[in-house]
């Protein structure tokens, strides 16, 4: 099943950093940096830099994206934000069930899977965040978690042409403890056969599934270089572009980062 050639994506997700003018110089600083050889970059901005980032990132190779988004196309939901309103300020993709959002914002599986739908529909691309705790690990139940947040966040969901798994396991984030690539590639193998056999296989081997969690230019080419491993969900990474370029780069034997 890995014979399959998938492209290779490379997302910063920028969490609560940047402001407006941040944002737009980033992109800016960031986009002639990018060649066709390089894998995808998409960039999931606070809401208030949608638009101008996407406007920044118009005839670059960069895209832009979203952290989250409510389940309901509209109503009367204070604070919130629709995909279709997303879509309006230029974002393409958005995050979902992130592990940050599911612990602080009580988030549940059921909640995340109807977001999941409706960013589907409104013609959002998906980053859906998966992934175990410390005590989940230490206690073998990795697998089941996996199986059980795929399962129910991907309920009723049979496109998943649109749709991209990421595996951030809560304890490689912002820790500085990158799981190992042999970890990682562990968990995206049992993924992508999970959903082979509840999905088919050719899903299975079209789905991007990308590892996040203290990714650094250090490590991104080891992590890249794994057989089920087609990107990188980067966080503190992604905030310089100096430090996200090199990432992107991971292939190029000037970046320096790589000889360590
Ligand atoms: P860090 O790269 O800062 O560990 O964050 C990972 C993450 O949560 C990306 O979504």
């Known amino acids: 099943m890995n014979e399959m050639k998938r492209s290779k994506i490379v997302i910063g997700n920028w969490k609560m ?28 901005v606070p809401f208030t830099s949608i638009k101008p980032a996407s406007e920044a990132a118009k005839d670059t190779q960069i895209v832009i994206g979203a952290q989250n988004m409510n389940d309901a196309s509209e109503g009367a939901f204070t604070g919130e934000v629709a995909g ?41 691309r998906v980053v859906l965040c998966i992934g175990e705790n410390l005590t989940e690990r230490e206690e073998g139940k990795t697998h089941s978690v996996l199986e059980t947040q795929i399962k129910e966040c991907l309920a ?39 959903i082979a056999q509840n999905w088919n296989q050719e899903q299975a081997n079209q789905l991007m599934i990308q590892y996040g969690g203290s990714v650094k230019p250090e490590n991104a080419k080891a992590l890249l270089e794994q057989p089920d491993i087609d990107g990188l969900l980067v966080g503190g990474a992604s905030l310089s572009v100096e430090v996200f370029s090199k990432i992107i780069h991971y292939q190029s034997d000037l970046n320096l980062g790589n000889h360590l």
């Open 17 to 44: 950093y940047k402001t407006i003018e941040e944002s737009v110089a980033f992109v800016e600083e960031l986009s002639p940096l990018i060649s066709d050889q390089d894998p995808m970059v998409y960039l999931a």
């Open 156 to 194: 009723d969901v049979n496109q998943l042409e649109n749709v991209i798994l990421a595996y951030e396991p809560i304890w490689a984030i912002g820790s500085h403890q990158t799981a190992t690539p042999e970890i990682a590639q562990e968990a995206h193998f049992f993924c992508r056969e999970f």
């Open 84 to 124: 279709q309103m997303l879509v309006n300020a230029g974002a393409k993709f958005v995050i979902l069930g992130h592990s940050e959002r599911r612990i602080f914002f009580k988030e549940t599986n059921e909640f995340i899977n109807k977001k999941v739908k409706r960013a589907l529909e409104e013609g959002l």
